[in-house]
Structure formats: C-alpha cells, structure tokens
C-alpha cells in the first residue's frame, strides 16, 4: 500500500511541474501575441489596400502592356509557399500548414507534382523539417526567418519567387499559411500569388480603368515586386500572430487538463490513504483483541 501511496504522490508532484511549465508558457506567448496581433492589425489594412490596387491595375491593363509578374501561362510547374513556425507545443497549427501543402501537391496539382514539378519554399523550421525529411523538392535558403523577423529577410524570400517566375522556373506561386483573427481562431488559407490575380468591378462586371503619370511601365517596375514583397510580409506576421494566439491556447488547454488531472490524482490518493489507515486501524485493534485473547 505504501507503494501505491508513493506512486501517486510521485504523479501527483509530476503533473504539478508540468502545469507550472505550461502556465508559464501560455504567460509567454500572451505578451508575445500582444505584440504579434499589434503589428498584423496595422499591417493589415495596408497590405489589402495595396493588393486591391494591383489587382486592379492588373485588370484594367491592356493585353499589349508588358506586365511580365501578371502572365498568366499553362501550368507546368508550381512553387508552394507553406509557413509554419520555428517551435512546437502549439496545438494543430504547424499540422494544418503542412498537411494543406501536402493535399494541395497530392490533389490540384497532382499532374504537376507526378512530374517532380512541384517545389516547396518552406518559411518555419517545423516545415521546413517535414519536407526535407519526405524528400519533397524544397528551396532551403528561407526557412529561419522567424529566428530574425523582418522586412529585409521577408524580402529576399518573395525576391526570389518573383524571379523564380520572371524566370519561367515556375508557372505558379501560392502562399499557404495561417490568417490571425482572435487567440482562439486562425483561418487556414492558400492564397495565390503569382501571378498576380485579376480583380474585376462587381457592380458592373467591367474591367476598371486607370490614367497613370509617369508611364505605367515606369510606375509598375518600381511598385509591383515592392508590393509583392509587402504581400509576403503580411503573411507572415499573419502567421507569427496565429502561431503565438496557438500556443497560448494549446498550453491553457494543457493548464486546465493538468488540474483535471490533479483533482483525480488526489482523489485516489486521499482514497488510497484512508485505505491504508483503516488497514493499519484493523490490525492494531485485531491485535489489541489477540493479547486480551
């Protein structure tokens, strides 16, 4: 019995650290995600505002306007974006990034990936590791931005998907990652990015027209690949929010289960304890009987 008694105690000091632990963590990841979902709310607004202006601009070009990032072409090679987080102990988050790549290669681009012509630039070290370890093809250049986060590192990766597909290496380039909307909701999305996608006027169905100063050559080689790059960022402040918001939900969950977990730990220990008194109870008193005997 006073083995039992020992195990349970051993369960009980082991669930207790463990809450410690993640009471802690989800501490973290609040003032982090105070932090994240500050810079995404005003990054936001500004980033959509200047992917609406692109798209269009994009459709109220004419066919002879040269807009190389905007050529739409039969699709023989594709470039997926997936954007998971540096760290674990997040709930389903990194799950869901990879496993929309992996459906999204396996299914829409199933021709394409058949033929070895789906690539994966994987951004976060959780998807970077998956792909590498199933021998997807992958470009292993960009995947510890999150380890320093900014423009300039966002940058380069989107720099070199712009010229992935000025190149014609690719034909295709969708970013899939995680939209930030509360702590507690992040909506998945594949979200394509080159080329860039048409956007017509709903009201009237008609394609909208622009009158631009300078050329809009001129205007479009110095706004379009800063644009772009600004789309990419987004993303992934998008994600570093939803992947904090994650967390700090994951480990409240693990924080609640630990005390669950607690309260019926104790309950069998204090259960195991009257038990083992009553024991010791009966014996003294059968054995007070035995010498009066």
């Known amino acids: 019995m006073s083995g039992q008694l020992k195990e349970v105690r051993n369960r009980i000091k082991s669930v207790t650290s463990t809450q410690q632990i993640t009471k802690a963590m989800k501490m973290v990841s609040a003032a982090k995600l105070r932090r994240a979902q500050d810079a995404i709310i005003q990054m936001r607004p500004y980033a959509q505002k200047l992917q609406e202006m692109l798209s269009n601009i994009v459709s109220g070009s004419s066919s002879e306007e040269s807009m190389p990032l905007a050529d739409v072409r039969p699709v023989e090679k594709v470039l997926l974006i997936p954007i998971t987080s540096d760290r674990g102990l997040c709930g389903g988050y990194n799950s869901y990034v990879i496993k929309m790549a992996r459906e999204m290669a396996k299914t829409q ?5 058949a033929k070895g012509n789906v690539t994966i630039l994987p951004i976060g070290k959780k998807g970077y ?20 986060l900014s423009f300039d590192n966002v940058r380069r990766a989107a720099a070199y998907a712009q010229q992935a597909f000025l190149n014609k290496e690719v034909d295709r380039v969708e970013i899939i990652y995680s939209q930030f909307k509360n702590a507690a909701t992040q909506i998945f999305v594949a979200e394509p990015y080159l080329p860039i996608p048409k956007a017509e006027n709903k009201k009237t169905g008609k394609n909208i027209d622009f009158e631009f100063e300078p050329s809009m050559g001129l205007l479009l080689q110095e706004l379009m690949p800063k644009i772009l790059n600004t789309q990419v960022f987004k993303a992934v402040l998008d994600a570093n929010a939803s992947e904090h918001g994650a967390r700090m939900t994951a480990m409240d969950k693990a924080s609640e289960n630990a005390t669950d977990i607690l309260k019926s730990l104790k309950i069998s220990y204090n259960r195991a304890r009257q038990a083992a008194i009553t024991t ?13 005997g």
């Open 280 to 292: 010791e109870l009966t014996e003294i008193v059968s054995g007070a009987a035995a010498l009066q």
């Open 109 to 113: 681009y199933a021709a394409q990936n």
């Open 129 to 148: 590791e998956y792909f590498q370890r199933n021998n997807y093809k992958i470009v292993d250049a960009y995947w510890d931005i999150f380890s320093d």
